[in-house]
């Protein structure tokens, strides 16, 4: 499709709001080889509402020239839910009441067991944020029963340093999970009170260090409701680029979470709708 001269056909903000949007400019970036962050912006922006059907096709034969029909799949298990942080969103925060558990070494291995019989391959293993008792060694020592059982295991856990994921990642840990949550970083500040994860920089730039390290694989998301969801998006479009562009031989999988109903008063500022997901 060509552009028409001396038009602009999509006007994106610098935090990734689009201002404005041409239909044109969406049909563009559903069938552009390589879309940009503008690409992406236009079809996250009302005009690309109307054109849904046009990018799920496109979707579906991208996805069938890369995968075919394969689906993946595996078994998320929390190895303990104590945590120090202070998330206003999440119902595992430090002030929240509810019942804390962490497997013992024989708990776990049932639970690696369990999970092997019902013909998983891949788990991810979760914590809180670092705790005294649920630390760095503690996550370490999960890893190297999990790898007992399973061809692939990563973690879902707090910012750890180079020389961490470089332990995790001689243990046999194939990659980490970690969600910024929201790019917005005044907003961050606001919902995240105490802990490591209330130092923004160093919870963004995690997965760098994890990648540097030499993990073969990082996923990323935001939780779509607590900034604009088109922004935040924008922003992690951007982020995932940057990795690709420089650590090229690695994996990077993206995550779309909501917040949903949790124990305490939250209430997410953003409504966002099946269809918008």
């Known amino acids: 499709m060509k552009k028409t001269p001396g038009k602009k056909l999509v006007s994106v903000t610098r935090s990734g709001t689009v201002t404005s949007c041409a239909h044109a400019a969406v049909e563009q970036a559903i069938y552009t080889d390589a879309p940009g962050a503008a690409d ?19 979707a579906q034969s991208l996805t069938m020239r890369h995968f075919g029909r394969t689906v993946g799949l595996y078994v998320p298990l929390y190895v303990s839910n104590y945590c120090t942080g202070g998330c206003s969103y999440c119902g ?5 009441e509810q019942p804390r558990k962490r497997l013992a070494k024989n708990e776990l291995i049932a639970e690696c067991r369990s999970i092997k019989k019902l013909g998983f391959e891949d788990v991810l293993l979760l914590t809180g944020d670092r705790c005294r008792s649920d630390d760095f060694e503690f996550l370490l020592s999960c890893v190297e029963t999990s790898v007992q059982y399973f061809h692939n295991v990563t973690v ?20 980490i999970t970690i969600y910024q949550e929201t790019y917005d970083q005044i907003l961050y500040r606001i919902l995240h009170k105490r802990g490591e994860k209330s130092n923004y920089q160093w919870r963004i730039e995690a997965p760098e260090r994890a990648l ?20 935040d998006l924008g922003c992690l479009f951007r982020h995932v680029g940057r990795l690709r562009k420089k650590y090229w031989q690695g994996g990077i999988m993206v995550s779309f979470p909501r917040v949903c109903a949790q124990f305490g008063d939250y209430r997410p500022p953003y409504e966002v709708s099946d269809r918008f997901l």
């Open 92 to 96: 595992f925060a430090l002030d929240r």
């Open 156 to 175: 879902e856990s707090f910012a750890m340093t180079a020389d961490e994921y470089a332990r995790l990642e001689k243990a046999g840990c194939g990659g």
């Open 40 to 58: 992406f912006a236009a079809m996250l922006s009302p005009a690309g509402d109307e054109l849904l059907e046009e990018m799920a096709q496109r």
């Open 212 to 231: 540097a390290a030499g993990l073969r694989t990082v996923g990323l998301g935001v939780l779509l409701g607590l900034a604009d969801p088109v922004s």
